[in-house]
């Protein structure tokens, strides 16, 4: 008799972008709420948005175990993991995750577990700021007031980027082959790919402060 097989589903609750390099995920989970086992076979970064929650994780073949999971924390997590979980608080869990589907170079086989707890629990500050680095990724938050700029600057890497509160933008870009300007209406939780070797400002043209979470992929 053939052994069963436990069937596994996504790794988030939805699927918001793919190509060949990444997909962007959000997962949102009421409180008493299940979700169900899946497999991650691709690198992937964490990005908890909302309120705190609690979940209670199932790492396959290990005993549960609860954790308070703060809003605002930046996690890298390596491919391998088989786990489901459970929302055992009073608030919904959400979160954006990133897999980065690009396979990894040689330089880049000892990659570990990596977490950002610096701002973790605590309001986003203003400007461009790095939240967590190692030789996989690069994760930089941006949040921009009314009439602010980034400031132009260079983006070596290309980048998953998810926006978490959108606004209208005017974008400089400048490469090899110019420079250019435009506007664009960037909504809330949209999702793009973004070439590297790009030098780029963006100016938040709105009367809202503009949000956005970028995972450069080295």
């Known amino acids: 008799m053939a052994e069963h097989q436990e069937v596994l589903g996504p790794v988030a609750s939805k699927l918001v972008l793919e190509n060949d390099h990444v997909k962007i995920w ?13 497999h991650h076979s691709y690198d992937y970064v964490l990005f908890t948005t909302g309120a705190p929650a609690l979940l209670e994780l199932r790492d396959y073949g290990r005993a549960p175990s609860t954790v308070a999971v703060p809003p605002h924390a930046a996690i890298f997590i390596p491919a391998g993991g088989t786990e489901s979980y459970s929302n055992v608080g009073k608030t919904r869990f959400t979160e954006v995750l990133i897999e980065i589907k ?17 701002l973790a629990g605590r309001e986003p500050l203003p400007g461009v700021v790095h939240l967590l680095e190692n030789s996989r990724v690069r994760i930089v938050e941006t949040l921009l007031a009314p009439g602010e700029s980034s400031g132009m600057s260079s983006q070596s890497d290309d980048a998953a980027v998810f926006v978490l509160s959108g606004a209208k933008l ?3 870009e400048q490469d ?15 999702a ?3 070439a590297g070797g790009v030098r780029r400002d963006v100016l938040n043209c709105d009367n809202r402060p503009y949000r956005e979470l970028s995972v450069q992929i080295k």
């Open 26 to 38: 959000e997962a949102d989970v009421g409180p008493g709420e299940d979700f169900p086992l899946h």
């Open 102 to 118: 690009r396979p990894r170079r040689p330089d880049q086989e000892r990659v570990d577990f990596a977490t950002s707890n610096a």
């Open 170 to 172: 005017k974008i400089v």
């Open 176 to 190: 090899e082959k110019g420079k250019r300007a435009f506007e664009q209406n960037r909504s809330d939780r949209s």
């Open 192 to 194: 793009w790919w973004q």
